[in-house]
């Protein structure tokens, strides 16, 4: 079984941290984000993943290589010239799509982070007979949205309506797809979008049906939300009474440290705290709701909630640090600073607080 991976373009809504790394690479739970997607292919069989990519590819196949042999599946990269849409994308990696076995392939929407139940949705699809099947998740503002609007029972989808002015539904699509090859011969190699253009048609005639996502679901293209999804990831890994969680009295709530991170005395660490390999938290020091990427040094009595702090940075003693703040990679804050909001770029010095949100160049 194949899959396609839309990668897509520069990750503008990340930065600072994707102008270090393009953003599937960007560490989401202490791997990067197209991992986790990566993982869960592998899993249900797949053997070929393509990534659909406009930005640095070169960046992302190298890195790739290293988890091509770790997993045993073949990675490779269909490369954009032009930014093609989220349908486009599969017309120009047709070939490396189709093969003689006529199977469905998954395509993924990279910035999308749940529990992944691909198996499922293999069985769903076979059941149905249709030519297409969509994951949708339940939203509490549809308004905000484009809905798929659906039979309860069968999942056959009716109609799609862009962010809905009165109640039509609480279901959107949440961008993992498994397609038959026929839909292939319904997209055109120009730049167009698979939901506006090709799944209308498709539900059109009666053949796209859709799938209630168990489980969790974020888009974590942005960093609100990408602390959001990590709260939900790792409220789900303890529900399946994962190991991989921190415990001890120092700890409240889910919290993940990588097992070369070191944490000193009396600090107070958690709730949705994610800590990077080789990362030394000084003691005294106060996390939460915050990822603390490979290499950090946190120094003593620093508090840092609701932010994320890039690669290699150091945060001095007595520092605060909140509200969305992020730190690019290699980011220096002086002792006793305040961050209310800063997004800090790469390689920067921090000498004196940030008052209010603002871009630090």
Same mark, same amino acid.
């Given at each position: 079984?194949?899959?396609?991976?839309?990668?897509?373009?520069?990750?503008?809504?990340?930065?600072?941290?994707?102008?270090?790394?393009?953003?599937?690479?960007?560490?989401?739970?202490?791997?990067?984000?197209?991992?986790?997607?990566?993982?869960?292919?592998?899993?249900?069989?797949? @053997?070929?993943?393509?990534?659909?990519?406009?930005?640095?590819?070169?960046?992302?196949?190298?890195?790739?290589?290293?988890?091509?042999?770790?997993?045993?599946?073949?990675?490779?990269?269909?490369?954009?010239?032009?930014?093609?849409?989220?349908?486009?994308?599969? =017309?120009?990696?047709?070939?490396?799509?189709?093969?003689?076995?006529?199977?469905?392939?998954?395509?993924?929407?990279?910035?999308?982070?749940?529990?992944?139940?691909?198996?499922?949705?293999?069985?769903?699809?076979? =059941?149905?007979?249709?030519?297409?099947?969509?994951?949708?998740?339940?939203?509490?503002?549809?308004?905000?949205?484009?809905?798929?609007?659906?039979?309860? =029972?069968?999942?056959?989808?009716?109609?799609?309506?862009?962010?809905?002015?009165?109640?039509?539904?609480?279901?959107?699509?949440?961008?993992?797809?498994?397609?038959?090859?026929?839909?292939?011969?319904?997209?055109?190699?120009?730049?167009?979008?698979?939901?506006?253009?090709?799944?209308?048609?498709? =539900?059109?005639?009666?053949?796209?049906?859709?799938?209630?996502?168990?489980?969790?679901?974020?888009?974590? !293209?942005?960093?609100?939300?990408?602390? @959001?999804?990590?709260?939900?990831?790792?409220?789900?890994?303890?529900?399946?009474?994962?190991?991989?969680?921190?415990?001890?009295?120092?700890?409240?709530?889910?919290?993940?440290?990588?097992?070369?991170?070191?944490?000193?005395?009396?600090?107070?660490?958690?709730?949705?705290?994610?800590?990077?390999?080789?990362?030394?938290?000084?003691? !005294?020091?106060?996390?939460?709701?915050?990822?603390?990427?490979?290499? @950090?040094?946190?120094?003593?009595?620093?508090?840092?909630?609701?932010?994320?702090?890039?690669?290699?940075?150091?945060?001095?003693?007595?520092?605060?640090?909140?509200?969305?703040?992020?730190?690019?990679?290699?980011?220096?804050?002086?002792?006793?600073?305040?961050?209310?909001?800063?997004?800090?770029?790469?390689?920067?010095?921090?000498?004196?607080?940030?008052?209010?949100?603002?871009?630090?160049?």
């Amino acid at each position: 079984m194949k899959a396609l991976i839309l990668v897509g373009g520069f990750g503008t809504r990340l930065r600072p941290l994707t102008l270090s790394v393009p953003k599937p690479l960007v560490d989401f739970a202490n791997k990067p984000m197209i991992l986790h997607q990566i993982e869960a292919l592998k899993a249900i069989g797949v @053997t070929e993943v393509v990534l659909a990519i406009n930005y640095q590819p070169e960046v992302m196949l190298s890195f790739l290589k290293d988890f091509e042999s770790k997993l045993g599946i073949k990675i490779t990269c269909s490369r954009e010239t032009e930014p093609l849409g989220t349908a486009g994308p599969l =017309a120009l990696a047709r070939d490396k799509l189709i093969d003689d076995s006529g199977e469905p392939f998954f395509v993924l929407n990279s910035d999308v982070i749940s529990e992944y139940p691909l198996k499922e949705m293999i069985d769903f699809h076979k =059941a149905h007979g249709g030519e297409a099947s969509i994951m949708v998740t339940k939203v509490d503002e549809p308004s905000k949205y484009g809905v798929v609007v659906m039979e309860e =029972a069968t999942g056959k989808v009716e109609k799609f309506v862009e962010k809905p002015k009165i109640f039509v539904g609480n279901k959107i699509n949440a961008g993992i797809y498994l397609l038959n090859p026929s839909v292939l011969d319904r997209i055109e190699l120009r730049p167009t979008s698979i939901e506006k253009e090709v799944f209308p048609k498709i =539900a059109a005639e009666g053949k796209l049906f859709a799938m209630a996502l168990p489980g969790f679901w974020m888009d974590i !293209g942005q960093p609100k939300d990408y602390i @959001t999804g990590l709260r939900l990831y790792l409220d789900s890994l303890r529900k399946k009474s994962s190991s991989q969680l921190a415990r001890g009295s120092h700890i409240v709530g889910n919290v993940l440290v990588h097992e070369t991170a070191v944490i000193g005395d009396g600090c107070l660490i958690g709730p949705d705290v994610a800590i990077g390999p080789g990362c030394v938290v000084e003691s !005294g020091v106060r996390l939460s709701r915050c990822t603390v990427m490979q290499g @950090t040094h946190i120094k003593k009595h620093t508090c840092i909630s609701s932010s994320i702090i890039g690669w290699h940075s150091t945060v001095g003693q007595w520092a605060r640090i909140e509200n969305m703040t992020i730190l690019g990679e290699d980011v220096h804050v002086s002792d006793e600073i305040y961050s209310n909001g800063g997004i800090v770029l790469p390689h920067k010095e921090i000498k004196s607080s940030i008052l209010k949100p603002e871009i630090v160049m």
